[in-house]
């Protein structure tokens, strides 16, 4: 029996006009994707503006959904698409590369086990690549998968691929980005897209697509060794009456009705089962899960990132807000916060500003006490700052009203995140990670 492909998210993006939306669309007709009739329209409406390919084909058509990317000829929001190879099952998130939205990227980002960045080979390194790949590193994205495209207007040279390599190697090893593959492309005639071209010998590296089909995926087996996190969204207690068809049927529904009570959420990491010993955060409690339940449905334990019910030996206070930890494993709780953020709001945020912080379910008020520095993009350095603007990425601490189980990103791209909201519209900040 053939195991089923392994799920891989990864995200796209990059400056506007270096082809990332011809990237895209090139990846997914190349790749089996697209429909019959979505094609034949897409054939359609590039020859009638009279687009020239070998294929005839404008693949930007193929991903730019909205109108108004289409007339603007830019991506705008974040595209989630889905397509399957004979290796793996793929979840795209195809993110806007213009700089008013980079901010969305972050969105993109967040679950994606690689990023692929493009840049025009012609261009190199521009700021909105180092604004893209420090949003990368900021988020601790595994695996990072530079496209330097149009390749086939530089007459597939090495030469003057080379440089450009040079320069994305020096901007990701002052990031920090680890595992960073650097793959020369022609999106618009496919070359190393797919399959890998005759019309690059020097480049020995694997295509795109054959890179993202071996990178290694966070799997459920790995997310299975985290420490168990479940911040509680909601309880569940019994609504109405029991019908009398149901009484009749079990007799004994109405007593365990009586007594039933859930908390439930997605689990943010980790596995839990039935007998195992947990602690319920902010009370420090510790008691024992009686049931695990997936739609209604009793099991002996699940894992993330599944949504489930999770009953409780004791009376323990687990509303919305609270997270259950498995037992050992208590975080440090915590009424400040050593901060990156990424800004995403249009006013800038400074010293002293009154927030709330949203942590997993729980939302809390805080003020900002000190705005420590600010990434400059240009030389990659760390600069004092008294604020910060939209789109910059910066430090900051933050004073909290009541303690939070925080955890360093590193250790945990779940418990070490967090949304910084504006107290008086709602109206979200900052996206932020807990330093470490």
Known sequence: MTAAPTLF??????????????????????????????????????????????EGIDFALLTDGLRAEREQGITIDVAYRYFATAARSFILADCPGHVQYTRNMVTGATTADAVVVLIDGRKGVLEQTRRHLAVTALLRVPHVVVAVNKIDLQDYAEEAFRPVEEQVRAVTTELGLGDVHVVPVSALEGDNV???????????????????????????????????????????????????????DDPGAVERLRDYRASAGRIASGAVRVGDRVQVLPAGITTTVTAVEIAGVAVDGAAAPQSVAVQLADDVDAARGSVLVADGTLPSLSKEIDAQLFLLDERPLARGARVIVKHGTKAVQGIVDEIVERRDLDSLAHVPADELRVNEIGR??????????????????????????RPADGH?????????
């Open 9 to 54: 998210r990864f995200a796209t993006a990059g400056s506007v006009d270096d082809g990332k939306s011809t990237l895209v669309g090139r990846l997914l007709h190349d790749s089996k994707a697209i429909l019959a009739d979505q094609l034949e329209q897409v054939t359609r409406t590039s020859r009638e503006r009279g687009f020239a390919s070998s």
């Open 396 to 421: 900051a601490r933050i004073r909290l009203a009541e303690a939070l189980p925080l955890e360093p990103y590193a250790v945990s791209r779940h418990s070490g995140s967090f949304l910084v909201i």
């Open 428 to 436: 979200t900040i900052a996206a932020g990670t807990v330093r470490g």
């Open 194 to 248: 797919v399959e890998r071209s005759p019309r690059t010998p020097w480049y020995t590296g694997p295509a795109l697509l054959e890179l993202l089909e071996t990178l290694p995926a966070t799997d459920a087996e790995e997310r299975e060794q985290e420490p168990f996190r479940l911040p509680v969204q909601l309880v569940l207690r019994p609504q109405g009456g029991l019908s009398p068809a149901l009484v009749a």
